[in-house]
């Protein structure tokens, strides 16, 4: 882990369920990579600067929204370049209720992270949820992260978690052996 690159989570969250979330990925991928976690609330474009890797997390509120402290800083978020960075993108929502905007919020993230040049991993499956459209489709059946429903399905989030965060473990170190040494 000595040469392992950090990576910088960055997530927001109103209810702590986002938090928890954070929490888990922080413990489980700790022992194989570097993570320095950050809450958006408290951070300026400047703090996503000294990484090359990312972990960033949010959830969808009312009709595909923004998470709040994501909303307040999404001006800023479009001034970073992520020019030759690799991001990794989990987010939160509820599939009954916000059928139509189902985790709409990591689409609207991912989306601004690819046009301002990075590169998403951690792809993950929607054949496990039940929801009528989403902006967090990269294409069809396959959000461009870990979608997390703790309203309807939180039995599965656990397991979700585990298994997407041995995913993007393997993506992580694979893009981190693309890079050359300095």
């Known amino acids: 882990m000595e040469n ?3 990576i910088g989570l960055f997530w927001g969250s109103d209810t702590g369920a986002t938090d ?8 489980l991928l700790g022992a194989e990579l570097k993570i320095e976690a950050h809450e958006v609330h408290q951070v300026k474009p400047e703090d996503f600067a000294p990484y090359d890797y990312y972990i960033l ?3 969808t509120w009312y009709d595909g929204e923004l998470q709040s402290d994501w909303d ?4 800023k978020f479009c001034e970073i370049d992520f020019t030759g ?3 990794a993108i989990f987010g939160l929502g509820d599939q009954e209720g916000y059928a139509h905007w189902f985790v709409d919020g990591m689409g609207i993230i991912a989306d601004q992270v690819v046009k301002a040049g990075g590169k998403m991993i951690g792809e993950w499956s929607a054949e496990t949820y039940e929801y009528v459209e989403s902006k967090a489709e990269v294409r069809k059946g396959i ?5 997390i429903d703790e309203d309807c399905q939180p039995e599965l989030t656990t397991g979700r978690v585990q298994e997407w965060s041995e995913q993007i473990i393997g993506e992580f170190k694979a893009a981190f052996e693309t890079v050359s040494p300095a």
């Open 85 to 87: 960075k690799t991001v």
């Open 4 to 6: 392992t690159p950090t």
């Open 57 to 59: 997390g949010l959830s």
């Open 143 to 147: 959000f461009y992260g870990l979608a």
């Open 72 to 75: 307040q800083f999404f001006e």
């Open 20 to 27: 928890g979330i954070a929490e888990e990925l922080q413990n």
